[in-house]
């Protein structure tokens, strides 16, 4: 599906002083990559306007080296400067999600809001709340679609090394370090266009990627021996539960990336994480899988969620024993 609604934007932005730009909770590296690249963007255009970005919560440390990230309001840290910032808009992008509930306890403020909303985004079944919207399930990140969007815009010439880094970023790393199938021959032109700006694309890939914490490493290795094969379903499951996190320094973004493992076995198809979290007394769940398996429909069938049709994520309120069982019972009835 694609959705392209952007006619009379620029003339909004223009006319609009004060800008907010606002991802989802648990914001990953798409996320913060096209907010930050987008806000960086629009402040080379304009230097009498307010740009701000608010986030739902914080980011996981290996996104801590992103150009001006100490600019960023948190909704969760900074509440009331976060509210006055959503309250005064003019004009709200919305990045890297497509309905308010992604936004978790900041949904309340946007849903209030009499700003005119911006929504860019590549998840599936959009809500109907924006005025302008680029949403396309076919691009492989949101920051891919702020390029295009700058394209759209003709603010090419204010593309700036720092902005570049952050669209790096997003694509980088939503699709998997450009292996997965939603990396197209456009994303590989844009990419190009980034490196001929002057983004160095091994320092981005060391920066993110090769800044492990011993105890990070540990929890892999943990992990790791807690990957269950089903053979005759072609799929594979990661449990990682509160006491194994806690007596390895758990950090957030630490499990990024482990379910591919899962899914790199010979013949596996489908993996699934499951992360006990105990505070908000919920199972995580991230799904990956190759090929026609759709996991956006099972995580939204079954587990409170959605994303991709390769990549989605969900939740269960049950106990990790229990939310096992139900796993297996749904590789019964859809496989």
């Known amino acids: 599906m694609k959705i392209f609604e952007l006619n009379g934007l620029k003339s909004t932005l223009e006319k ?4 907010v730009i606002v991802a989802h909770k648990n914001p990953d590296g798409d996320a913060v990559g096209s907010s930050l690249g ?11 306007k307010n740009i701000q970005v608010v986030l739902p919560n914080r980011f996981p440390e290996f996104l801590e080296w992103l150009p001006k990230q100490e ?13 006055k910032s959503i309250n005064n808009a003019d004009l709200i992008f919305t990045l890297d999600f497509n309905s308010f509930g992604r936004t978790g306890e900041m949904s309340q403020e946007l849903e209030q809001s009499k700003a005119d909303f911006v929504m860019i985004d590549h998840h599936q079944q959009p ?14 990140s949101t920051c891919e679609m702020i390029y295009l969007t700058i394209q759209h815009l ?6 700036t090394k720092e902005v570049g880094e952050c669209i ?42 090769d800044n492990n914490s011993l105890s990070r490493l540990q929890l892999m290795g943990i992990a790791m021996n807690n990957l269950k094969v089903i053979a005759e379903k072609n799929a594979a499951y990661i449990t990682l539960s509160q006491e194994e996190l806690d007596l390895n320094d758990f950090k957030k973004g630490d499990t990024e990336g482990f379910v591919n493992y899962a899914l790199s076995l010979k013949g596996i198809n489908l993996a699934v994480i499951f992360i006990e979290n105990k505070s908000e007394g919920i199972i995580k769940i991230s799904l990956r899988s190759i090929g026609d398996i759709d996991v956006n429909t099972l ?3 079954y587990f409170n969620g959605g994303g991709h049709q390769n990549a989605a994520g969900g939740r269960s309120e049950l106990s990790m024993s229990e939310t096992i069982t139900k796993f297996e019972k749904i590789l019964t009835d859809e496989f």
């Open 16 to 19: 609009s002083k004060n800008i």
């Open 38 to 48: 987008l806000s960086l963007l629009l402040k080379e255009v304009f230097n009498n």
């Open 71 to 83: 600019q960023i309001l948190f909704f969760d840290q900074n509440n009331s400067e976060a509210k």
């Open 127 to 140: 809500d109907d709340y924006a005025k302008f919207s680029f949403s396309d399930t076919s691009i492989g």
């Open 154 to 159: 003709g603010y090419e010439k204010f593309l």
């Open 168 to 209: 790096y970023t997003g694509i980088m790393t939503d699709t998997g370090s450009f292996k997965f199938s939603s990396t197209s021959s456009q994303t590989h032109r844009i990419i190009a266009d980034l490196i001929d700006l002057g983004v160095e694309n091994s320092k981005i890939h060391q920066n993110t990627f």
């Open 299 to 301: 995580a939204r069938k």
